[in-house]
């Protein structure tokens, strides 16, 4: 058997986003490894020791016994110290050391993807636990991988695939989140919509729109009389989305249209991950 059609679209978009971390990293030196990442507390060498930490995970490694110093002043819960291991692990691993993990990492989870042969809703256990559907498992790894890529573009200053196909499938996972954030964090109104109209390398809009009962949905219909439309360039969205920059911080790239008051509880909520 092959690889399902509805699945080769994540592998592809995952290769190209690893591929191209590990193109970002492999000439860097070692001083350049301990550079600062708009991810919270994390060095370029954390980044890349999570995400070989999680791809490990996926191949059926152990997990490292490993306990954490007590001084991680971001370790504030069990998914926070579960992730935090595989990271813990690696910050005294030398250039080579991760460079050479990390190529190891990719043809081993390359190989394994080439001869995945399980359906798209075949049940798999999901990353710290539970499970999940197979497609939901590789659109995470994807929206993962690229994310962290975004950080350590950032990071080295070598911006690029804010439009590719990983960014495209990166962006639809994430503003699922949207629907409840706008209906039940934020409390709009039942009848109301948000609009957020994105420009940039990737260029879209989407609608939420709470109902009578106050569910939210989300569309690319236009809305006529949005409660709030929100006007921003597709990488400071993803950052606030992702919790790298606090809305106050990117307020000159931010328009906003309609009622300031929900405008602020939304933006308040809207790092969905972290």
Not at 133 to 158: C, I, M, N, P, S
């Amino acid at each position: 058997m092959t690889v399902h059609s509805q699945l080769q679209p994540y592998i592809d978009a995952w290769t190209h986003s690893i591929e191209s971390i590990n193109d970002l990293v492999s000439p860097l030196t070692e001083g350049e490894w301990n550079r600062p990442t708009e991810c919270p507390y994390w060095s370029v060498r954390d980044v890349v020791s999570h995400v070989i930490g999680f791809e490990c995970e996926l191949l059926g490694d152990p997990r490292p016994i490993h306990t954490l110093p007590s001084d991680l002043r971001h370790i504030d819960s069990e998914i926070a110290r579960y992730t935090e291991v595989p990271v813990d692990t690696r910050r005294h691993h030398t250039a080579p050391e991760m460079t050479a993990e990390l190529e190891y990492t990719i043809i081993r989870r390359s190989r394994q993807l080439r001869n995945e042969s399980r359906q798209p809703d075949a049940e798999v256990r999901a990353i710290g636990g539970g499970e999940i559907t197979l497609e939901e498992q590789l659109w995470g790894r994807v929206f993962d991988v690229w994310v962290h890529e975004q950080d350590l573009r950032r990071a080295l200053d070598k911006p690029a695939n804010l439009a590719s196909a990983a960014a495209v499938l990166s962006r639809d996972y994430v503003m699922r989140a949207l629907p409840k954030l706008i209906a039940k964090d934020a409390g709009a109104e039942p009848g109301s919509a948000v609009v957020f109209d994105v420009h940039g390398p990737l260029e879209f809009m989407r609608t939420v729109r709470v109902n009578a009962e106050g569910r939210g949905s989300i569309d690319s219909a236009v809305s006529l009389g949005p409660a709030v439309t929100f006007i921003v360039d597709w990488e400071t969205f993803l950052r606030l989305l992702c919790g790298r920059v606090r809305p106050a911080a990117v307020a000159d790239k931010l328009k906003i249209e309609g009622d300031a008051e929900l405008a602020d509880v939304i933006l308040s909520h809207l790092a969905v991950t972290r």
